[in-house]
């Protein structure tokens, strides 16, 4: 794989609770973000259309650019993509993104993007920590809760009594002083609001599309990432010296 790129995309498909991975290397042609979202969107159900955004056949893609997780400014915009119900009656294909950690955590995690189809028969989310996908009943308290009480406790199930900036044990060996970074919907989006946005963090949203109202179809409340590795990068040096010579004109 060239720099820049983890390898796979994360598959979850909240029907059949089946977790699976697709190799990043079939689209590196397309960019990352938007153009690796839509070629994936395309292939998996392209040929199933028309189907309305509510349909479980509609797919949640998020997905990173090759800078994600790097010092290059700018680079932390999540892309977000699918069947848009705010573009009713004929709700197409469109894209939103939104800022903040995400991204980041979801390179050093180990994945590129994330693919969620299909709807689950109760709320859930989705918690990643490096390699292990879990898909956890948010019955018992998160579903329900807004946008900025969701993340803290999602946040707090994911690593018991973390606190920001001491050290967690992961796993044996495996310590991170970070906080998982967390995008949900909020009431709106579990009614099906066709306005319903994404948050993540103190106020970064995808804001376009009804992106909320796609996971509320879904009973999926949110989506977590927590990751301990690194971006590869190609030529580090030639790399920070792209960087440097960028800075010098803010």
Known sequence: MPGGYTGKILRVNLTTKQVSTIPTEKYVEFGGGHGIGSAVFFDLV????PFDAFDPRNLIIMMASPFSGTFMPGSGR?????????????EWFG??????????????????????EGASDSPVYIDVINDQVKIEDATNGVWGMDTWDAQQEISRRAVPGL??????????????????????????????????????????????CGFGGVFGSKNLKAISFLGTGSVPIADPKAFMAARLWFRQFQ
């Open 46 to 49: 392209g040929d199933q259309l």
């Open 95 to 116: 894209h939103s993104n939104f800022g903040g950690r995400f991204t980041a955590q979801m390179k050093f995690a180990g994945w590129d993007g994330i693919v969620v």
């Open 78 to 90: 999540c892309e977000v993509q699918g069947l848009g119900p705010m573009l009713y009656p004929i």
């Open 163 to 208: 606190k920001q900036g001491e050290w967690a044990e992961l796993a044996q060996n495996c310590f991170t002083t970070q906080i998982p970074a967390v995008v949900a919907c909020g009431p709106a989006g579990e009614r099906k609001s066709r306005l319903g946005a994404l948050l993540h963090g103190p106020g970064s949203q995808a804001a376009l």
